[in-house]
């Protein structure tokens, strides 16, 4: 009982002496030079406050630019890691593209010697005889996809161009013989002009074609199960078709697949 008579006299006084503490400052306030003093107080309380709201703007305002760079940064992460993956798998077929380039330092020029400036040797002209020899275009990822799932079995995109790149080999090799001039070839290119020569039928003219001995002859490729169902992926995407009309078979490149 004592305890509560003590806390409640406490609290009491505690009343007492902000009421004291209130009077007196009111009376403070009353006084001409005092009143002054606490006007020019009042005004900084107001420009304060408005930099402490300026301050929470601008830190919502550092918030969301923080947000938004992490998010750019982990955008910028996935993308990098993209182009490091593509960059470890560059597929073989491609070709390779290589740039040279000659930098002069321009410390070892003489600024007094006049710079001397090598006109480029003309171009040659290229011989009238040669002509252009049209391969097959490589298969697009959109065209694997749509090859169906049992055609494709275990192959993949990398090992359809790589058979597409053997035989535009092969095609390339064949009619370099046959446009070449017969005074110039030697006796083992004659005796392939020869023969595809006598392969050449009407269903053959104005196409380009292979057969089986011109895949051996000029590239490594086996002539195997896995060779032909990769030639059936080709007859799909309109890359060949097959005339049966000769010994063995020749695969005819469909030229309208490479407009």
Not at 121 to 150: L, V
Not at 218 to 237: E, M, P, S, Y
């Amino acid at each position: 009982m004592a305890s509560d008579l003590e806390q409640l006299c406490s609290h009491i006084n505690e009343k007492i002496g902000n009421i004291k503490r209130t009077l007196s400052l009111r009376n403070c306030g009353q006084e001409p030079t005092l009143k002054t003093i606490l006007n020019k107080i009042g005004d900084e309380i107001i420009v304060v406050n408005e930099l402490l709201n300026k301050l929470e703007l601008e830190i919502q305002y550092q918030e969301q630019t923080n947000s938004s760079l992490k998010e750019l940064f982990e955008s910028l992460e996935e993308d990098y890691k993209d182009v490091e993956h593509l960059k470890e798998n560059i597929p073989p077929h491609l070709p390779q593209v290589t740039v040279t380039q000659n930098f002069v330092n321009g410390s070892d020029l003489d600024p007094e010697e006049p710079v001397k400036v090598e006109e480029p040797a003309p171009t040659k002209k290229p011989p009238k005889e040669q002509r252009s020899i049209k391969e097959m275009p490589f298969i697009t990822s959109d065209e694997f996809n749509g090859i169906p799932a049992y055609m494709k079995s275990r192959l993949t995109y990398c090992h359809i161009n790589d058979v597409i790149k053997e035989i535009n080999k092969a095609v390339v090799s064949k009619y370099k013989i046959l446009h070449q001039p017969k005074k110039s070839m030697s006796s083992v290119a004659r005796n392939l002009y020869h023969r595809f020569i006598d392969e050449e039928t009407k269903e053959t003219k104005g196409h380009y074609f292979v057969v089986e001995a011109d895949i051996k002859e000029f590239t490594a490729l086996k002539v195997d199960k896995r060779f032909h169902g990769i030639l059936n992926i080709l007859r799909h995407c309109r890359r060949l078709s097959e005339i049966d009309d000769i010994s063995g078979y020749s695969q005819k490149l469909d030229m309208r697949a490479a407009h």
